[in-house]
């Protein structure tokens, strides 16, 4: 259990990445006033962990429901998690784990940020949607293994919560140059998940035997 825990949470911290959130969110909120912006973080933050459950419940007989198979979900997860970690390596924005630019520009127009771009894309992104799918699937029916990962998630999510109640000092307390040491170590952690996501989904597949 302490594995999955371990993996559990380096994913979701990578997927989610809440000091990317919490500095991306105070650049966009500068204008709200503080009672404003800790609304927007309450209702962000609850709306991707409803997406997120759901998806980490029900994602995979969802994909089922399509002839998706476990093998190809691993494989399609991995590829997918190892394209986010390289972007996130050299420090590069990635659709998976933040906004592009046309979103950014979309969403300083808005007066409410709490779905958009807060809940989906920031925090429960394509992918943290994808390794929340991936890491239950992979628990492959133990509700122990399940609740870790699910415990795990949540944890990330309050976490996230506690630094965009604190964007304004994140963002202070952050520069650049410290925000992509975070991320690029996070990057690699990721990278290496992914990867063994692949060889786990191609071994499962049958192709090789």
Do not use: N, W, Y
């Not at 924005?93 to 300083?108: I, M």
């Not at 293994?145 to 109640?165: F, R, S």
């Not at 925000?179 to 063994?196: C, E, K, P, W």
Request: glycine fraction near 10%.
């Amino acid at each position: 259990m302490q594995e999955t825990a371990l993996v559990a949470l380096a994913t979701f911290f990578a997927t989610i990445g809440p000091v990317d959130v919490a500095v991306l969110f105070a650049g966009l909120s500068h204008r709200h006033a503080a009672r404003e912006r800790r609304a927007m973080a309450l209702r962000g933050t609850l709306i991707a962990a409803g997406i997120l459950l759901f998806f980490a419940l029900f994602g995979k007989p969802v994909l089922a429901s399509f002839g998706i198979s476990l093998p190809a979900l691993r494989t399609a997860g991995g590829i997918l998690l190892l394209l986010i970690a390289i972007d996130m390596v050299f420090a590069r924005p990635s659709g998976g784990t933040t906004t592009t630019l046309d979103e950014v520009a979309e969403a300083k127009g808005k007066q409410d940020l709490a779905v958009f771009p807060l809940a989906m894309p920031l925090i429960a992104g394509p992918g943290a949607i994808g390794a929340a799918i991936l890491l239950v699937a992979d628990a492959a029916g133990d509700l122990a293994a399940i609740a870790v990962v699910i415990g795990c998630l949540l944890a990330v999510l309050l976490l996230t919560l506690a630094l965009l109640l604190t964007a304004t000092q994140v963002q202070k307390l952050f520069g650049v140059t410290a925000l992509h040491v975070v991320s690029r170590i996070a990057g690699v952690l990721l990278a290496a998940l992914a990867v063994q996501f692949v060889f786990d989904g191609i071994g499962a597949s049958g192709l090789l035997s």
